[in-house]
């Protein structure tokens, strides 16, 4: 069995149940009872405010957060020409390329990463290079629906989220503390 902190993971949180980004901020909270140096760019979700981001603030300084999306694509009554939102991605993965080099974090999470690359936000070369780039004791969290096959092989923990049941569909919307 290998020591204790000796190699980072590349984990991957997927599938069409929620719970996904919720997974990862778990990991980020149990991060930071470790004292560990987190970074966390929030890809596609945008300009929303959610109790989850109030939350994280509440962790500084060990989490660094950054909202990099500039809202959902395409539906949630957006009416942004889609190259804003590529250019919005673009600057994520350069943000997340520079958090990673700078070796300053244990852990890195990138929220909604999955479905910035279906929408062809980014590209599986900028993923790529984004895997290249983390330090072997790095950990790096990816997380969003669709999860690309080659994705789902390079990494060490997979973790599908299946959607059995939600309250949206009994015709509840949305409440404080739960879902935003």
Not at 4 to 11: D, F, M, N, V
Not at 15 to 41: E, F, P, Y
Not at 95 to 113: F, G, M, P, T
């Amino acid at each position: 069995m290998k020591k204790e902190g000796t190699r980072g993971l590349l984990l991957v949180y997927t599938g069409n149940g929620k719970g996904k980004t919720t997974a990862a901020l778990g990991m980020c909270v149990r991060a930071v009872g470790h004292d560990w140096s987190i970074c966390l760019i929030q890809f596609v979700k945008g300009t929303w405010e959610y109790g989850e981001l109030k939350g994280l603030r509440r962790l500084e300084p060990n989490v660094e957060l950054h909202v990099v999306g500039e809202g959902f694509v395409g539906i949630v009554d957006d009416n942004k020409d889609f190259d804003i939102h590529r250019q919005a991605a673009r600057k994520g993965v350069a943000l997340a390329l520079n958090k990673l080099q700078s070796e300053d974090y244990q852990l890195v999470i990138l929220d909604e990463l999955n479905v910035a690359y279906s929408l062809g936000l980014v590209t599986r070369d900028e993923i790529d290079k984004i895997l290249a780039s983390r330090t072997r004791r790095q950990h790096l969290v990816i997380t969003g629906r669709g999860a690309p096959d080659w994705l789902i092989e390079k990494a060490d923990l997979v973790t599908e989220m299946k959607d059995v049941k939600h309250p949206y569909k009994m015709g509840i919307p949305a409440q404080k503390g739960i879902d935003r």
